[in-house]
């Protein structure tokens, strides 16, 4: 059975920080490309980061300079550094994985599996 479970989302004041980890069991984790996506409200679902198997990252343009997607791999655990926050980036988190043998990592294709998400609320 697949697990991603999602943890450290919460409040922050902007210009703050906060970092999101995603622990990941049922899966050959270093053989998985890995996102972070974030959906609010008001806006459709938005793909923020994604990493690689060797840990190729590419992220939003929304969140670049200011979010880091890592992974380590023996802790079979996906992080996303959060920091200078805005009120925009409030949303739900989730964590999501694919096979890299699908043959295409990044966030506009089909992830496998989910995390059930966490809240990170920003405020100004």
């Known amino acids: 059975q697949v697990q991603l479970v999602e943890s450290g989302g919460g409040s922050a004041q902007a210009g703050g920080s906060l970092r999101l980890s995603c622990t990941a069991s049922?899966?050959?984790?270093?053989?998985?490309?890995l996102g972070w996506f974030r959906q609010s409200p008001e806006k459709e679902r938005e793909g923020v980061a994604r990493i690689t198997d060797v840990a190729v990252t590419s992220y939003a343009d929304s969140v670049k300079g200011r979010f880091t997607i890592s992974r380590d791999n023996a802790k079979k655990t996906l992080y996303l550094e959060m920091s200078s926050l805005k009120p925009e980036d409030t949303a739900m988190y989730y964590c999501a994985a694919r096979p890299m043998w699908y043959g295409t990592c990044n966030t506009g294709v089909t992830f496998s599996y989910w995390g059930q998400g966490t809240q990170v609320t920003v405020s100004s």
């Open positions: 049922g899966i050959t984790f270093n053989k998985y490309c």
